[in-house]
């Protein structure tokens, strides 16, 4: 998925904590360096829930994704369960970068078959 940052500090500006309130959760928050960061998790949100096929919704919220940062730094992404169960989630891979104005991610799912 791909986000222009500069809609994401617009929306934090206007909002604040609020805005960062409404797609993650506080311990994500504290993750957050500056608005390439809060972006890049927006994106990484909107990318793992097309990748179970949803999009953002009734079925996956921004609360239902995960995300958090290994000792390396690198971005880990978790379903709850309810998701990974319905959807048959085995392992997820999450890629984020900053490029031009934007926060692109990529998502993949690792998928087990019962």
């Not at 504290?30 to 809060?38: F, R, V």
């Not at 709850?80 to 891979?93: A, M, T, Y």
Request: charged share 30%; glycine share 8%; aromatic share 8%.
């Amino acid at each position: 998925d791909l986000v222009k940052i500069e809609r994401l500090g617009t929306m934090i500006e206007r909002f604040g904590d609020k805005a960062l309130k409404r797609f993650l959760s506080d311990s994500e928050i504290a993750l957050i360096k500056n608005t390439n960061s809060a972006a890049g998790f927006w994106a990484a949100k909107e990318a793992a829930s097309k990748a179970i096929g949803t999009g953002i919704g009734k079925i996956c919220s921004f609360k239902d994704i995960k995300i958090s940062k290994s000792k390396t730094g690198q971005p880990k992404l978790k379903y709850k369960k309810h998701l990974r169960k319905k959807f048959k989630i085995n392992k997820s891979s999450l890629s984020i970068t900053h490029d031009g104005g934007f926060s692109i991610a990529v998502v993949v799912n690792e998928t087990y078959s019962k």
